[in-house]
């Protein structure tokens, strides 16, 4: 049987399924290309580089994140964000990449900024609420890849013990929120 065409889409899929099976360390385009059986420089087609199928990745983790709205609690849309970026393992690095490099599009600092709307910089506010959620991504994926692999053991010392407090309140800061009070 002859191998299969693939298109864009298709390649993020093997993409994220092999980065839940394998990591990031271990995702290339050749382990990808051979998963779905075809030569490397067939990829090529679809992406430049593997940077540029990493930011179609990213997309495809923040896809879930809602659409930009100004009535948004910017609380919500900070945890659909982290929730995005924690269902994939390895989701926050990979996303902070696409970031880093400014790569992909800007779907969830949109959706931040339109929630942080009464803020009189709502842009970089955005930006930086985004980047704390990224961080706080990769803390607990990497406490909690620690762990699988017995790196580590579960105690009082866990710097995610308080993940949820310690989120909501760095949230809160950043959006100039008191504790229970929600935006304007």
Not at 48 to 71: F, M
Not at 158 to 177: E, K, M, N, Q, Y
Request: hydrophobic share 45%; proline share 8%; glycine share 6%.
């Amino acid at each position: 049987m002859p191998p299969s065409r693939h298109d864009r889409h298709g390649v993020i899929d093997c993409a994220l399924r092999l980065l839940d099976e394998v990591g990031l360390p271990d995702l290339s385009m050749r382990r990808i290309a051979t998963e779905l059986d075809v030569q490397p420089s067939a990829l090529y087609w679809h992406f430049p580089n593997k940077q540029s199928l990493l930011a179609g990745v990213a997309d495809r983790i923040l896809s879930a994140v809602p659409d930009p709205d100004p009535t948004a609690d910017p609380i919500r849309v900070a945890r659909a964000v982290l929730d995005a970026l924690l269902t994939y393992r390895d989701g926050a690095e990979v996303v902070m990449s696409a970031y880093a490099l400014r790569l992909g599009a800007p779907r969830a600092q949109r959706a931040l900024a339109a929630s942080l709307r009464s803020h009189p910089q709502s842009e970089p506010m955005a930006d930086a609420a985004f980047e704390f959620i990224v961080g706080h991504a990769m803390l607990l994926q990497q406490r909690m890849h620690a762990q699988s692999i017995g790196a580590v053991e579960p105690d009082a010392d866990d710097p995610t013990a308080h993940s949820d407090a310690v989120f909501d309140t760095g949230i809160r800061a950043l959006a100039g929120l008191s504790a229970g009070r929600s935006p304007v």
